[in-house]
């Protein structure tokens, strides 16, 4: 029983999100409840379930997706925020990705990400950097 994107709604995250968030994550609920007041914080739906979440802020040029959770095709449909505010704003995307998290990786490169090698450990656990830019991706 496969989802076609018109089941999927992307919609800005509000604090009542942030159990369902951290259980996403993996996080505690009330790191997500900051997240959602400091960040840009992008959730998709399909139905009644939250199946995935962005959040992303933007300093010095780069916007830096800071967390991205969920099933592939739900972390390619969010990243369009990230990668739409970058290109209004002539920005590249920056993002790291666990060495662990294959589901992430194939979403990051299906939307164009390609890496610029090795990211700082994660609680002892690889990071491979990956950059966007939009504008480039178009010409």
């Known amino acids: 029983m496969g989802f076609s994107h018109t089941d ?8 009542d999100d942030a159990e369902r968030l951290a259980a996403l994550a993996d996080g505690p609920p009330d790191v997500m409840r900051n997240l959602v ?12 379930d ?35 505010f970058a290109r209004r704003e002539h920005m590249s ?6 060495e662990s998290d294959g589901q992430i990786r194939d979403a990051v490169e299906t939307a164009g990400f390609e890496s610029t090698g090795t ?7 690889e990071t491979t950097r990956y950059r966007l ?5 178009e010409h």
């Open 8 to 15: 999927m709604e992307i919609r800005d995250a509000v604090e």
């Open 133 to 137: 830019e939009p504008e480039r991706a």
């Open 37 to 48: 007041h400091d960040r840009t914080v992008r959730v998709a739906e399909e139905g009644d």
């Open 93 to 98: 995307v920056e993002l790291l990705v666990p």
């Open 119 to 125: 990211g700082p450990r994660f609680d002892g656990e």
């Open 50 to 84: 939250t199946v995935g979440f962005v959040s992303f802020d933007a300093e010095r040029g780069t916007v830096h997706v800071t967390q991205l959770a969920g099933t592939s095709e739900a972390c390619e449909r969010l990243l369009a925020d990230p990668i739409e």
